[in-house]
């Protein structure tokens, strides 16, 4: 556990002090939230349904940054050799890089949330300890993926424009749940529970899944 810690300390101090990469990811996601600010109608605004989309959208283009900036730190003086050589099983770097993708990733959205409210018009605000606790699980079903793929782009070098097109067809389910998420917060009142227990099943899925193949992607055999 002391491990792990220490993996997730490390990772989040280098990106962290390092603004610039943070900053791309903070970037790209209020470009998108405002360029799609523009079609909303002079004194209007938009539907919710339409401001959780992009919010969620802006979301998932940021995890593919973030997530090639955590993998891309192991290049550095041969780190990923040495983790392959440390006492670490590889699972627990996965799950190291999923939990600091996952810090990241929610500094990354307090931004974004806010730019939905100024830019999309979006100001009811309905909020539960539900609601949160959906929020959370949306973001770590996305991180587990993101931690995985982020290993593959790495160990095959594989682009950020092609990893895209991996993860949206993978993290679908959890994008839909989203927006359903974000209509009921944002003002359309809707039953959470099936959209709820899909993305519990798929966050399950998505641990399996990584747990099993993480170890062989980032060995890169």
Not at 23 to 34: K, R
Request: glycine share 8%; aromatic share 14%; hydrophobic share 55%.
């Amino acid at each position: 556990m002391l491990r792990l810690f220490h993996l997730i300390q490390k990772d989040l101090k280098l990106i962290l002090g390092r603004s610039n990469i943070y900053l791309h990811s903070i970037l790209l996601g209020l470009v998108l939230i405002f360029l799609f600010s523009l079609s909303r109608p002079i004194g209007g605004i938009l539907t919710s349904s339409y401001a959780a989309t992009i919010f969620w959208i802006s979301s998932n283009f940021s995890l593919i940054l973030i997530f090639n900036a955590l993998y891309l730190l192991e290049q550095e003086n041969n780190m990923h050799e040495a983790l392959n050589l440390s006492p670490l099983i590889s699972q627990e770097i996965w799950i190291a890089k999923a939990i600091s993708g996952l810090v990241l990733l929610l500094l990354v959205q307090i931004f974004f949330i806010g730019a939905v409210v100024i830019f999309l018009g979006q100001q009811e605000f309905n909020c539960s300890l539900y609601a949160i606790i959906f929020f959370f699980l949306i973001n770590i079903g996305l991180t587990l993926i993101g931690s995985l793929l982020g290993a593959l782009s790495y160990g095959y070098e594989i682009k950020e424009s092609f990893l895209s097109l991996i993860i949206f067809p993978l993290v679908i389910p959890l994008l839909l749940a989203g927006i359903k998420l974000g209509e009921n917060v944002w003002g359309e009142s809707n039953d959470l529970l099936s959209w709820f227990r899909l993305t519990l099943s798929f966050d399950l899925i998505y641990l399996g899944g990584g747990y099993i193949l993480f170890p062989f992607i980032f060995s890169g055999e």
